[in-house]
């Protein structure tokens, strides 16, 4: 069993939770994730650690409510409890002074990024963020991700605040601007991590993207989580998350993906049903 | 009691035939995920027990990896005395319910059982069984002796059969032992892979209880080389010694094109999703597995993890179960009785078959595969006659849902986060194999990261070496090996 210590609504259906986790709390490593269990007869899902504090003996992790699991887990308050937590999993991003970085949140990928580009900032980069969201209201990590860039833009959807657009034509304007980018990190929807590979592919910009396929156990032994990379099977809880972005094969990443669409939905609306509590947010 | 086993010739005994186990109907077994044998009754037991001739030069015991005073404990049967029987087997194996279950006897105790010349082996793996069970059923648990503390403390990874066999005779020895283990599950294969209706949870949990109250202390939720090293096991928490049981790791996949698609899925992923997350019960457990209802499923591979598969597909519902195997089916690798219950159970088997490709829509779901027929060409090199496609016999299989069964890799983890353990080209850890200590001291490995995928026996065998081992070593007594 794992303690909440704290826990906070950044934005409507996306909290960040602080958990007693001590081991995981020493090893981590930006990029790395934990695997969650909220209950008994309850699924593993991934999570990235977004932050961790090892004197305290705890990690952060920012869920965004996606389906049942991370709806439960958006529920619980300090003092509650999740029956597992393990790790820390994958590979660490892989950290040094490119020169200059961008790194790339779309929605809750944001938080997936942020322990990245806090790394990135910390091994010397010049370090730029580009955060998008549908809308003002979703704008998540804005100051968190202030502390650890020397340039940061916001972008919104609709306009409502900071850019207006996608987080791709903020990339593509700083490209076209002459500035000598060495280093991109994307993380967020497919589409949107496509995007960034389409974006920066003609200027040979190394890309990083991580992937987000289903996990079961996460320690490497289903084969649940393979990915094809540059025509090559990868297995994303223990070769990745992160992979060149210019050779993932995100079609085949998204239609896998959809494997449990039925029953995903199946599950999130017998939960709904069992709660009919209004998500706060 | 019919005959008396003191005063019965051995004629008399060569007449009883072998007592057939008692089973569920297959046509009622294949829609559920009870078990299928139901256990010999203490009658049958002893009639069984009655057929074991005492041979002067018992050869069963050589055929058991784990050299269980075969004899012996089935003499304590024949006399009715079957608490005897489980205290005779637990000075050998501290798992007889399990291997009862799932040792492929006909390879080993039962394979050079003398009777077996001329008639059926003695059952020797069913008398296993039930004197675990009855150990179990009847509460009167054999708990161990324990030798006084001696103070060393032993860190086990990984709680498959390796790990739990090597952790209850550190115990006994007076050791502190400490167990951690991966998964949120403790148990390892016999767990995650092994189905509920080969071989019950319950069994498993209830050795679990026995080996809790010996003091062993277990650890979920600990991957060890990403949550805590080897190093660190050793350095900073005090272990004076450690034992490596991970199990095998990656599957492989064929590489065939195709295999990407949406429905095909590794024998690991669906046994764990269906025995490890309960996936059988969702919704009610939240861990959704593929809908195989009115479905065709194939598996590839002939294997025991093949049959538990595809036995596993028909009891979700599968309309047709395939099982697609490029050799025959006296090549295949599974327990004997495995294949025969899954023929039972309506499994359709398609032998001397490869697949060359899978087929999907434009969603990029399965659809078919398409297979190619084989025929049994010239013997090769290890007399074994090897398949041949067979020219223009090309055709499409439709399915829904494709599970590959052909084996796995080695979990790297444990090379990547001790760089001083040496591993084969295979990534199996080496060791000497008399004393199972790695090429790191006081480091010790056995079960299938040293092996590749084996047998449960083998690796509670493995457990117990390095656990005697360990044992010599911590007490300063330890005889020097040096053939590797
Ligand atoms: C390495 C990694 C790191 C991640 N980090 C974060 C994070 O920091 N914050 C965050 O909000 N989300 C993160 N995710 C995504 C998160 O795991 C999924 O949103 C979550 O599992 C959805 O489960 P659910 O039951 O709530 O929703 P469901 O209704 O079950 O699923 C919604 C969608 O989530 C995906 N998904 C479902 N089950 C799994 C699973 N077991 N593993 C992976 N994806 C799944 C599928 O694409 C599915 O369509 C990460 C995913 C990965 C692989
Ligand atoms: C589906 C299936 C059916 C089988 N049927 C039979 C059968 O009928 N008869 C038979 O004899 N054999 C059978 N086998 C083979 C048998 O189960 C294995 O040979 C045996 O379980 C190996 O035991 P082990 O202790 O080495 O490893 P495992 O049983 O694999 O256990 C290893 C444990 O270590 C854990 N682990 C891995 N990495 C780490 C880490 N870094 N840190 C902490 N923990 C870790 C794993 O989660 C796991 O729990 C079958 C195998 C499968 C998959
Ligand atoms: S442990 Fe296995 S091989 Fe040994 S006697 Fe029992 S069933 Fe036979
Ligand atoms: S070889 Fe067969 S008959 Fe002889 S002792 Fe062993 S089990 Fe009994
Ligand atoms: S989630 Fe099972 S191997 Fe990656």
């Known amino acids: 069993?794992?303690?909440?210590?704290?826990?906070?609504?950044?934005?409507?259906?996306?909290?960040?939770?602080?958990?007693?986790?001590?081991?995981?709390?020493?090893?981590?490593?930006?990029?790395?994730?934990?695997?969650?269990?909220?209950?008994?007869?309850?699924?593993?899902?991934?999570?990235?650690?977004?932050?961790?504090?090892?004197?305290?003996?705890?990690?952060?992790?920012?869920?965004?409510?996606?389906?049942?699991?991370?709806?439960?887990?958006?529920?619980?308050?300090?003092?509650?409890?999740?029956?597992?937590?393990?790790?820390?999993?994958?590979?660490?991003?892989?950290?040094?002074?490119?020169?200059?970085?961008?790194?790339?949140?779309?929605?809750?990928?944001?938080?997936?990024?942020?322990?990245?580009?806090?790394?990135?900032?910390?091994?010397?980069?010049?370090?730029?963020?580009?955060?998008?969201?549908?809308?003002?209201?979703?704008?998540?990590?804005?100051?968190?991700?202030?502390?650890?860039?020397?340039?940061?833009?916001?972008?919104?959807?609709?306009?409502?605040?900071?850019?207006?657009?996608?987080?791709?034509?903020?990339?593509?304007?700083?490209?076209?601007?002459?500035?000598?980018?060495?280093?991109?990190?994307?993380?967020?929807?497919?589409?949107?991590?496509?995007?960034?590979?389409?974006?920066?592919?003609?200027?040979?910009?190394?890309?990083?993207?991580?992937?987000?396929p289903i996990m079961i156990d996460g320690t490497g032994?289903?084969?649940?989580?393979?990915?094809?990379?540059?025509?090559?099977?990868?297995?994303?809880?223990?070769?990745?998350?992160?992979f060149d972005a210019h050779l993932v094969d995100f079609k085949n990443l998204s239609d896998r993906n959809r494997i449990y669409l039925h029953e995903e939905k199946q599950s999130d609306e017998a939960f709904a049903h069992k709660c009919r509590l209004p998500q706060h947010t | 009691m019919i005959m008396d086993a003191r005063n019965i010739t051995t004629k008399e005994r060569l007449a009883i035939p072998r007592q057939e186990m008692p089973a569920q109907d297959p046509d009622i077994r294949k829609g559920n995920f009870q078990e299928v044998h139901l256990g010999l009754t203490p009658e049958l037991a002893q009639m069984e027990a009655l057929r074991c001739i005492q041979c002067k030069d018992p050869v069963c015991i050589a055929g058991c990896p784990v050299n269980i005073k075969i004899d012996q404990f089935i003499k304590l049967i024949a006399e009715g005395n079957f608490m005897g029987a489980v205290r005779k087997i637990k000075e050998d194996n501290v798992l007889p319910a399990i291997c009862g279950r799932v040792c492929p006897q006909e390879d080993q105790c039962e394979k050079v059982c003398v009777i077996g010349k001329k008639r059926e082996p003695v059952a020797i793996g069913n008398l296993e069984r039930f004197v675990g069970d009855y150990e179990r059923?009847?509460?009167?648990?054999?708990?161990?002796?324990?030798?006084?503390?001696?103070?060393?403390?032993?860190?086990?990874?990984?709680?498959?059969?390796?790990?739990?066999?090597?952790?209850?005779?550190?115990?006994?020895?007076?050791?502190?032992?400490?167990?951690?283990?991966?998964?949120?599950?403790?148990?390892?294969?016999?767990?995650?892979?092994?189905?509920?209706?080969?071989?019950?949870?319950?069994?498993?949990?209830?050795?679990?209880?026995?080996?809790?109250?010996?003091?062993?202390?277990?650890?979920?939720?600990?991957?060890?080389?990403?949550?805590?090293?080897?190093?660190?096991?050793?350095?900073?928490?005090?272990?004076?010694?450690?034992?490596?049981?991970?199990?095998?790791?990656?599957?492989?996949?064929?590489?065939?094109?195709?295999?990407n698609l949406v429905g095909v899925l590794s024998a690991n992923e669906f046994l764990t999703r269906v025995n490890l997350m309960k996936a059988y019960a969702f919704p009610s457990s939240d861990t959704p597995v593929f809908d195989c209802k009115g479905k065709s499923v194939a598996v590839f591979g002939g294997g025991n993890t093949a049959m538990d598969a595809v036995r596993t597909a028909k009891r979700l519902g599968a309309k047709h179960a395939y099982i697609v195997y490029r050799r025959s089916e006296a090549e295949m690798p599974a327990r004997e009785e495995e294949i025969h219950h899954a023929q039972k159970e309506g499994i359709e088997f398609l032998l001397l078959n490869i697949p060359l490709e899978f087929i999907g829509d434009e969603k990029a779901w399965l659809t078919g595969v398409k297979c190619q027929k084989m025929e049994l060409g010239e013997p090769d090199d290890s007399g074994r006659r090897k398949p041949v496609p067979v020219e223009g016999s090309e055709y499409l299989l439709p399915i829904d849902m494709a599970v590959i069964s052909i084996g796995n890799g080695s979990n790297p983890l444990i090379k990547q986060t001790t760089p001083d353990i040496e591993v084969s080209r295979k990534d199996t850890i080496v060791v000497n194999v008399n004393t199972m200590e790695t090429s790191k001291e006081n480091v010790y490995a056995g079960g299938d990261i040293v092996t590749g995928g084996a047998t449960v026996i083998l690796a509670m065998g493995a457990g117990?070496?390095?656990?005697?081992?360990?044992?010599?070593?911590?007490?300063?007594?330890?005889?020097?090996?040096?053939?590797?």
Not at chain 1, 160 to 182: A, H, M, N, P
Not at chain 2, 157 to 179: E, Q, T
Not at chain 2, 194 to 200: A, C, K, S
Not at chain 2, 464 to 484: C, P, S
Request: with cysteine.
């Open chain 1, 221 to 242: 032994m289903c084969g649940g989580c393979r990915v094809t990379v540059d025509n090559q099977i990868k297995f994303a809880c223990v070769d990745g998350p992160e």
């Open chain 1, 1 to 212: 069993m794992y303690r909440i210590v704290s826990a906070i609504f950044l934005a409507e259906n996306i909290k960040k939770i602080e958990i007693e986790a001590p081991r995981i709390a020493k090893k981590r490593k930006a990029g790395q994730f934990v695997m969650l269990r909220n209950e008994a007869n309850g699924e593993r899902f991934p999570l990235t650690i977004a932050d961790s504090d090892p004197e305290k003996g705890t990690i952060t992790i920012i869920a965004q409510g996606a389906g049942k699991s991370t709806r439960e887990l958006n529920r619980k308050e300090v003092g509650d409890t999740i029956a597992d937590v393990v790790g820390p999993l994958g590979t660490p991003s892989h950290i040094e002074n490119f020169g200059t970085a961008v790194s790339i949140g779309g929605g809750v990928g944001t938080a997936i990024a942020y322990p990245t580009a806090a790394a990135l900032k910390q091994a010397g980069n010049y370090v730029i963020t580009i955060n998008g969201a549908r809308n003002k209201d979703l704008v998540i990590l804005e100051e968190e991700m202030k502390a650890v860039s020397d340039e940061a833009y916001i972008t919104t959807d609709d306009g409502s605040y900071g850019f207006s657009g996608f987080v791709t034509q903020k990339l593509q304007e700083l490209i076209d601007s002459g500035r000598k980018i060495d280093f991109v990190l994307a993380i967020g929807p497919i589409p949107m991590m496509k995007a960034v590979a389409e974006v920066t592919r003609p200027y040979n910009i190394r890309t990083m993207v991580s992937l987000n």
């Open chain 2, 137 to 259: 059923l009847t509460g009167q648990r054999v708990d161990p002796e324990m030798e006084p503390p001696t103070g060393k403390k032993v860190a086990i990874i990984g709680s498959g059969p390796a790990g739990l066999s090597c952790a209850n005779d550190l115990a006994r020895f007076g050791h502190k032992v400490v167990v951690f283990e991966a998964l949120h599950e403790l148990g390892g294969v016999l767990m995650y892979g092994i189905p509920e209706f080969r071989l019950p949870k319950e069994i498993v949990r209830d050795e679990l209880d026995g080996l809790r109250r010996m003091g062993i202390e277990f650890r979920t939720d600990v991957v060890v080389g990403r949550t805590i090293t080897i190093d660190e096991l050793m350095e900073e928490e005090g272990f004076d010694a450690v034992f490596i049981g991970v199990g095998a790791g990656l599957p492989w996949f064929m590489g065939i094109p195709g295999e």
């Open chain 2, 464 to 484: 117990r070496t390095a656990a005697a081992a360990i044992n010599e070593k911590l007490a300063g007594t330890a005889k020097h090996y040096n053939e590797w």
